[in-house]
């Protein structure tokens, strides 16, 4: 069990750039989240899949993200056009089906963006 | 809507003091689960315990203990004689039967002090 592995850890971008993040989750887990979390704050929920299928998308995911998952495994979290309020760390997490007592999320170490 | 509330932003105790963080929680789901976790400033969120709402039997780890109270909606967090790497802020979450994401609180900075 390697945990779950983010890619990169920092990103610095100017804005109006298009971002990717990468996330790797643990190999026999099946679903995988995606959050947010800025400054002072808890994370905030913005999508999960079930293997390949987005199940789930926050209203904070607007239009210039998008989130894959295509073959079930890894996930990208992609930002377009990016603004200085999308600077936050992005954390994935993984679990199975639904959170059981041996299942919880397990986070990764996040993506910290800075927009400048 | 779904809603953790942590009112305690920061606290700061010297070691060997137990403490207790306060999370209080909402939700119209009768089926629901509750999380800690701690975040210490490394920044990886590491999970500390999970609850199911029809089980409020308390639970003791170690130095760690919880105190789940559906009558007050409250999920109470308790170190015992804290230790320095205690240190970090501690998030309570809340996910609903129907729902499939964490509801984080704005968490706890605890701070022990040699």
């Known amino acids: 069990d390697t945990g779950v592995s983010q890619d990169p850890r920092h990103k610095i971008t100017k804005r109006g750039q298009n971002v990717t993040f990468r996330c790797d989750p643990i190999?026999?887990?099946?679903?995988l989240y995606w959050y947010r979390q800025t400054l002072g704050q808890g994370p905030e929920f913005l999508t999960y899949?079930?293997?390949?299928?987005?199940?789930?998308k926050s209203r904070l995911l607007s239009d210039r993200f998008s989130a894959e998952r295509p073959k079930g495994s890894f996930s990208t979290l992609e930002i377009q056009r990016t603004e200085q309020g999308d600077s936050a760390m992005y954390l994935c997490?993984?679990?199975?089906?639904?959170?059981?007592?041996?299942?919880?999320?397990?986070f990764g170490n996040g993506t910290r963006l800075t927009v400048t | 809507a779904q809603k953790v509330t942590q009112a305690q932003t920061e606290i700061s105790v010297v070691e060997k003091e137990d403490v207790t963080l306060d999370c209080v929680y909402e939700?119209?789901?009768?089926?629901?689960?509750l999380f800690w976790y701690k975040q210490p400033p490394s920044g990886e969120l590491v999970f500390l315990i999970r609850?199911?709402?029809?089980?409020?039997q308390n639970e003791i780890s170690g130095r760690y203990s919880w105190n789940f109270q559906k009558s007050t909606s409250s999920f109470n967090f308790t170190i015992t004689a804290s230790q320095v790497v205690d240190s970090a802020v501690y998030f309570c979450?809340?996910?609903?039967?129907?729902?499939?994401?964490?509801?984080f609180g704005k968490g706890t900075h605890l701070i022990i002090q040699p």
């Open positions: 997490a993984s679990s199975l089906s639904r959170p059981r007592w041996n299942s919880p999320l397990h």
């Open positions: 190999s026999e887990h099946n679903r």
């Open positions: 899949f079930q293997n390949e299928a987005q199940l789930e």
């Open positions: 939700t119209r789901d009768t089926t629901y689960y």
């Open positions: 979450a809340l996910m609903g039967g129907g729902a499939d994401g964490l509801t």
């Open positions: 609850r199911n709402s029809f089980d409020e």
